[in-house]
């Protein structure tokens, strides 16, 4: 059972020999516990249920869906010990929030010219409707809130970890601001 939820410390990079300079975001994913286990048998899938803590106060809890039973007790505790250098993960996390945004930020319109009669206008989003349906089409590409959404990266490798500290390196972007929870499992 390869699974744990983590806080986003930050990015760095790592120099070696072999491999030269790479940039990794580092996760402190401090240790777990099984708070409940879900089976096939009782409730129709099987999972784990992992608490873990949020402040010395708080604890947050997230469940993994497994494929097949798992062999974790209530009580017994996740930590990053499971994993190893060289394992691909999979890291879900919520994505920074931006909010309310125009066309050209949000869906990467190309605004129109500068002459010719524009005077305010240069990053409008032009033209909403038509004439036949007669009002807004469901889904139209307008300006809105951007970001604050769940975001999956698949195939991280995990570059660096340190067992003393709780801190996983993983290579590339993972989403969310500095603090953030996210979660890590294994994409096996």
Known sequence: MKCIVGKKLGMTTMYSAE???????ILECLPN???FVRTRDRDGYVAVQLS???SSRKQGKKEFRMEEDVQAEVGSEVTVANFSEGDKVVIIGTTKGKGFQ??????GFKGSDQTHGHKHDHRAPGSIGSSF???????KRMGGRMGGERCTIKGSKIEYIDLNKNIIGVCGAVP????????VRSAE
């Open 133 to 139: 349906p007669e009002h807004v089409v469901k889904g």
């Open 176 to 183: 969310g601001s500095i603090g953030s929870i996210v979660s």
């Open 19 to 25: 491999k030269g300079a790479r940039t990794l975001t």
């Open 33 to 35: 516990a099984v708070s």
């Open 52 to 54: 873990y803590p949020i």
């Open 102 to 107: 125009g066309v050209v930020k949000r869906h």
